[in-house]
């Protein structure tokens, strides 16, 4: 009976998170006429859900939810980088306040819940990180030690992609500072303290790491990134979730955002 309840889970998660990455790839490719409508679906079959399952339609609510939000995101983003498009590095920096309208529909949703999102908080640096999987693992380091570490290795892995010697370097720290200082806050108030504390809540903390993890994975197709690169940031977004659900809370995750932002910027992936 256990082995068939924990296989029930897991399909209803493997069936949950499909369905969530399809939503978020639809509301970045699809027409945004074909976007708002699947979102005014899933309201719809969240509804009629509740009467079978809260969870499940709560989970149907919140990928209306992310649909809504890319829409509004999207389009004020754009406006954003068209009103300073002389400044190509401000634009895109600057862009990234647009989150904040992705961040509204989820944030609305969740004054109606009865419970204030579980990762909404400061968070703890001296709570244990395992190895090799986060959540558990061999042994354990400090989750202040494994940002240090963290940090320590990304950084010498990018010091060989990043031109030390170009002629715009300073410039160019000065719009990854301004980038990742915007990005990193407000995509995780969105994916880790408002989405992931969700499904967690209503599935679990592995259930919910897996689907929060492979949907900002695939979020980054907007962005350019080609889609085997996606899912390589679907694994650390899963990695990231690991970081908020053991630190019970959100300023180590997005120390962590930041520093790969920096990199990311000053390496050309962005800009």
């Known amino acids: 009976m256990l082995h068939k309840k924990i296989s029930g889970e897991w399909t209803a998660c493997l069936l949950l998170m499909v369905i969530t990455v399809i939503t978020i790839i639809g509301a970045q490719m ?13 309201i719809l079959a969240g509804n009629a859900l509740r009467n079978a399952s809260e969870e499940l339609g ?12 890319y ?18 590095g401000l634009a895109v920096g600057l862009s990234r306040l647009s989150l904040i309208a992705f961040i509204l529909p989820v944030a609305i949703f969740s004054c109606f819940q009865k419970s204030k999102p579980r990762y909404m908080a400061v968070g703890k ?21 494994f940002i240090l570490i963290f940090t320590a290795v990304t950084g010498a892995v990018f010091a060989f992609l990043i031109d030390w010697g170009q002629p715009g370097l300073i410039a ?11 990005n990193a806050v407000l995509e995780e108030l969105l994916w880790r303290g408002y ?19 492979a949907a900002f994975g695939f979020y980054h197709l907007h962005l350019g990134f080609p889609w085997i ?16 659900i053991r630190s019970q809370g959100l300023a180590p995750v997005i120390t962590m955002h930041f520093v ?9 992936m962005i800009l």
């Open 172 to 182: 160019l720290i000065g719009y990854a500072l301004l980038f990742a200082s915007i």
């Open 260 to 268: 790969m932002n920096m990199w990311f910027v000053l390496s050309g």
């Open 125 to 145: 640096w001296s709570n244990p990180i395992y190895f090799p999987w986060i959540m558990r693992g061999l042994y354990k380091e400090p989750i202040w030690r």
């Open 30 to 42: 699809a027409a945004p006429g074909m976007a708002w409508l699947w979102g005014l679906g899933l």
């Open 58 to 69: 709560r989970a149907a609510i919140t990928a209306a939810c992310i649909t809504f939000g």
């Open 71 to 88: 829409r509004m995101y999207s389009a004020l983003g754009d406006y954003i980088k068209e009103w300073l498009a002389d400044d190509m």
């Open 229 to 244: 690169v996606c899912l390589l940031f679907s694994f650390f977004g899963m990695m990231m979730s690991g970081v908020a």
């Open 195 to 213: 989405i992931l504390s969700r499904l967690t809540e209503d599935f679990g903390e592995i259930q919910g790491l897996v689907i929060a993890g």
